[in-house]
């Protein structure tokens, strides 16, 4: 059936009252919702990343191919959202020292699971990060029923990004200096054992000499002299002592 604009506006004024109450019932409704919800505050963080450039640490220049970006990109975002970083972000807070959040704990799990794993989940629920469109910038953004500790959790967690990155570049030049040192510890250890040993038998032959390797001539020795003719003979002689008794 069809039906003119006048025939519908006439259904309308004779049902205006029904329209009215459906109108004033759902606003009624919605009104009593938001009112009933608690306030949630919202803080934001963006991280620029730094796709190429110099490696702050090694010096290196860092070049990443195009198709390399994107999946860059989402490990970084992987690793903000990760529980290391969620550790890192409750510590410096000091959440887990916090009595409100250890009650939580102790209501929610009656001590069943680790207190630090518990507060990290907790906060990682209410975290979003994603990368922003066609750029190298990652957005992140925390929401809470308190303002102050919604921009205090989005700031340790954009601290605990940076920690996280910058160990994970730091710890493999660590771990190969430690591999260098504990091999080079002996070799030092016997070329110190070598020197006093060669000191001891300079100070018994009464002779003094320079490593030639000083001077760009290893297995030589370097003399000085400014003596009499008598002096330096015996000096001569001592030297010749000295190697003959070294074979």
């Not at 209410?126 to 205090?152: C, K």
């Not at 730091?170 to 200096?177: G, I, L, S, T």
């Not at 003399?223 to 000096?235: N, P």
């Amino acid at each position: 059936m069809n039906m003119s604009l006048e025939e519908i506006l006439r259904a309308l004024l004779a049902r205006w009252l029904r329209v009215l109450l459906t109108f004033g019932v759902v606003t009624a409704l919605v009104l009593a919702v938001s009112l009933a919800l608690p306030a949630r505050y919202e803080s934001t963080a963006t991280l620029a990343l730094e796709i190429n450039g110099t490696d702050a640490i090694g010096g290196q220049a860092m070049f990443k191919p195009a198709g390399a970006v994107s999946t860059y990109i989402a490990t970084q975002a992987d690793i903000l959202k990760s529980e290391d970083a969620a550790r890192r972000a409750l510590r410096s807070l000091g959440l887990h020292e916090n009595p409100a959040w250890q009650a939580k704990w102790r209501d929610k799990t009656e001590g069943r699971i680790d207190l630090e794993s518990w507060i990290a989940a907790a906060l990682l629920r209410d975290l979003d990060v994603r990368p922003g469109r066609d750029s190298n910038v990652l957005n992140l953004s925390y929401v809470s029923s308190d303002a102050q500790f919604s921009a205090a959790v989005a700031n340790a967690f954009v601290q605990a990004y940076v920690e996280s990155t910058l160990q994970m570049r730091v710890e493999p030049a660590r771990q190969f200096n430690r591999f260098f040192a504990e091999r080079a510890q002996p070799l030092r250890e016997a070329l110190e054992a070598a020197r006093a040993r060669l000191s001891a038998y300079e100070k018994e032959a009464g002779v003094a000499v320079v490593p030639g390797a000083a001077f760009g001539l290893p297995g030589h020795f370097r003399i000085s002299y400014a003596a009499a003719d008598a002096m330096v003979e015996e000096g001569m002689k001592r030297l010749k002592d000295a190697c003959a008794k070294l074979g």
